[in-house]
């Protein structure tokens, strides 16, 4: 199916945007550092200090755009990635391929709200803006956890990524590759999610959480998905938590 002259436009609207590359703690501090460079700009200014005072007031305008986008251009010519710093990432890679074109399976994963249907682990996930979701998880025993995410790539039919915001429960981030497969046999799926357990009371939920996603559950999430979009069918049988 040929995406729309809207959906076309919406693809070009999202690659000019500006990619998140600056980490929770770094947009705050950023946030505060520019305004305080902003207001002694100002105060220079008013004692006609002016070459000081403008080059503050930059300054301080760089460093707020920074903390309110989350993006950093010097961060970005460095290929340098601080929304995640955590030493103790949990990281699952898995690859499926599928019959069908790119473009197909990379629509079915853009509509978000697929995920659970074929993601074990995933109760819900709702679209709450044009990049950002709420995500409910659950686990063994019971254990559920919840996240606000927002995505920072999105390009049409050949790749999806996303991180968590906020506080999160499991704070997390994840890519999705949508790449034509050898001999025209339809579409290789690469998916990579790296969990960043936190500490505390906090970190045993998540690490239990953690149990129930794994390679193993990874590899067979992405086979209900080839299922799904292959034969047109999808499991019935009710999740089961050990």
């Keep these: 199916m040929e995406p729309s002259e809207t959906e076309r436009g919406q693809s070009r609207e999202w690659r ?3 990619r998140v590359n600056v980490g929770p703690a770094e947009r705050k501090a950023s946030v505060v550092g520019g305004a305080a460079l902003a207001v002694s700009g100002l105060r220079c200014i008013s004692k006609r200090n002016y070459a000081s005072g ?9 460093f707020l755009y920074r903390g309110q986008t989350g993006h950093c251009g010097i961060y970005d010519a460095m290929g340098v990635d601080t929304v995640h710093t955590h030493n103790s990432a949990l990281t699952i890679t898995k690859a499926v391929t599928i019959g069908l074109p790119p473009q197909d399976v990379y629509e079915f994963w853009r509509n978000l709200e697929n995920l659970p249907r074929f993601m074990r682990h995933l109760e819900s996930v709702q679209v709450t803006g044009a990049r950002t979701s709420h995500w409910k998880a659950v686990g063994p025993g019971g254990i559920s956890a919840e996240w606000d995410a927002e995505m920072m ?15 999160a429960d499991v704070p997390n981030k994840g890519s999705v590759e949508f790449k034509e497969a050898p001999g025209h046999r339809g579409t290789e799926v690469k ?3 790296d969990y960043y357990p936190p500490g505390g009371g906090a970190g045993k ?7 129930g996603i794994n390679a193993q559950q ?3 999430d992405l086979k209900r998905l080839k299922q799904i979009l292959e034969v047109g069918e999808e499991t019935t049988a009710r999740r089961t938590v050990e």
């Design 205 to 211: 939920v998540a690490a239990k959480l953690a149990q």
């Design 218 to 220: 990874l590899e067979e």
């Design 191 to 193: 998916v990579s999610i």
């Design 16 to 18: 000019r945007e500006k």
């Design 153 to 167: 790539e999105d390009v049409p039919g050949q790749q999806i990524s996303w991180h968590s915001v906020g506080e």
């Design 54 to 62: 403008l080059a503050m007031m930059i300054a301080g305008g760089m």
